[in-house]
């Protein structure tokens, strides 16, 4: 179990970090804020966030699923961001959103040996190849002055090609079963991305994210804890002249090895946007989205050649949406680590922050 710890801890940071750059390519019909659409995806971070990582180059590759719906403002919302509805009418709209996405993801990054501010450096940039499709159906009434006119029908997009890129970065500390770990990350915009249509892999405008995070890790036990919370900092979309709100997020993991190599858990997340977006139509109101989810995991470390590998299974059910398309996700994960040196750098340990 103790030579599990530092790879297999690391490992996962690997994946975690790989999870970031899904955020702004999942299908833009199917988050929040504007029009349902966020630069974060919760639950990005999981179990072993903040443990320390293998020097070296590593690379992940993730399958990526979700099925999600909203009605009611989510889909108003959808429809003003394409150009389909007036945003100076007053709209009612008994509608469903319905979108489904499927991604595959690919992580190169490098661990740096020697300490950064006597923690571990990693540098990383995303990129993601994938299909995403939406739907709206239902009945659409807008009123201006005296004028009413009813619409009823269906508007359906798609798209296949590549997303933004996103390049991030994190220092890890560590201390005895405690590990501290911050954060950053932004997008470059090359992505697939038409303001007109209802599917899109590119988010559209800029955004900064950055957080905190620590991990809980006994390995004598097998247990583990982390906690990883973030804020969103959202820049004005051109296309749309709309900008999504400041958004804050957690993610929640726990693990239990069974054995040195197989391991159970559970995951979760809470969303909340903290400002309201700025740009939409007054009958929309503040627009200040929310989701909370929970779900299992199951992870299984195995070696691959002169690397580590590693494969997991996590999947989240969303509960209590608001101003945001709710369903569910699931992620496949297939990672290769630099394999466990037989000691850590004694730095990272003796020159690290003390948590106690």
Known sequence: MAKTKAWFGGFCRSLAIGFLGVASLWPRSALADQGGVSFWVPGLFGSFAASPLQPGFSFTSIYYHTSVSAGGGVAAARQVEI?????TVNVDLNASLNARGDLGFILPGYVFETPIFGGQLFV???GIYGHSAASIDGTLTASLGPLTVTR?????????????????????WNNGVHN?????????????????RLANLGLGHGAIDGGLGYTY???????????IAGLTHNFRNDHTDYRNGLDFHVDLAAAQFLNKQF???????IYQQLTPDSGQPAFLGAFESRVFGIGPQIGYLFPAGNMQGYLNLKGYYEFEARDRPEGWN???TLALTPPEKSKAPATMVTKGPSLK
């Open 217 to 227: 890790l006994d390995s004598t036990k097998g247990h583990e804890f982390s906690v």
């Open 152 to 172: 009823q029908g269906s508007i359906a997009d798609s798209v296949t090609g590549f997303g933004d890129l996103y390049p991030q970065a994190n220092l890890r």
């Open 330 to 332: 699931v992620w496949v």
């Open 263 to 269: 391991f159970v858990g559970a995951v979760g997340y």
């Open 83 to 87: 150009g389909r509805v007036n945003r």
């Open 124 to 126: 990383g940039m995303a």
């Open 180 to 196: 501290l770990m911050v954060y950053a990350m932004t997008n470059i915009q090359v992505g697939n991305y038409d303001s007109r």
